[in-house]
């Protein structure tokens, strides 16, 4: 397999405490799956991880290399104890598809302030 694209992001947690205090639930809806919020909320303090998935999807937007509106169609699977997977649904998966994307690798962290994610694409 060849990697297609690499994409990188940092997100400060602040900021995506600020748009949850803000937006509520308007904000995650738009923006999460129920899946993903399930195991933030599953945490002690679920912000830096609502921020690292943030982080992931806005990578993964940067490695396919296109402005995307769906935020819901990146999806990032996590079971406590193991190391998270990333999904693509509808728009975004038929983007990958037609780039010759196969499979996706990714790595979140995080720590008080910030988030990071990277996603390598392959094909």
Not at 14 to 30: A, C, P, Q, W
Request: one cysteine or more.
């Amino acid at each position: 397999m060849d990697i297609i694209a690499v994409g990188i992001d940092l997100v400060e947690n602040s900021r995506i405490e600020s748009v949850l205090n803000r937006f509520g639930d308007r904000f995650l809806k738009k923006i999460y799956r129920e899946s993903e919020l399930a195991y933030c909320f599953s945490m002690a303090n679920p912000i830096p991880h609502l921020s690292a998935r943030f982080a992931a999807k806005e990578a993964a937007i940067k490695a396919l290399g296109s402005p995307i509106a769906y935020w819901k169609d990146i999806e990032v699977l996590s079971k406590k104890n193991r190391a998270p997977q990333l999904f693509f649904h509808g728009e975004v998966l038929k983007l990958s598809s037609s780039k010759g994307v196969s499979s996706t690798y990714i790595s979140l962290s995080h720590c008080h302030s910030t988030s990071a994610a990277v996603v390598i694409l392959s094909g």
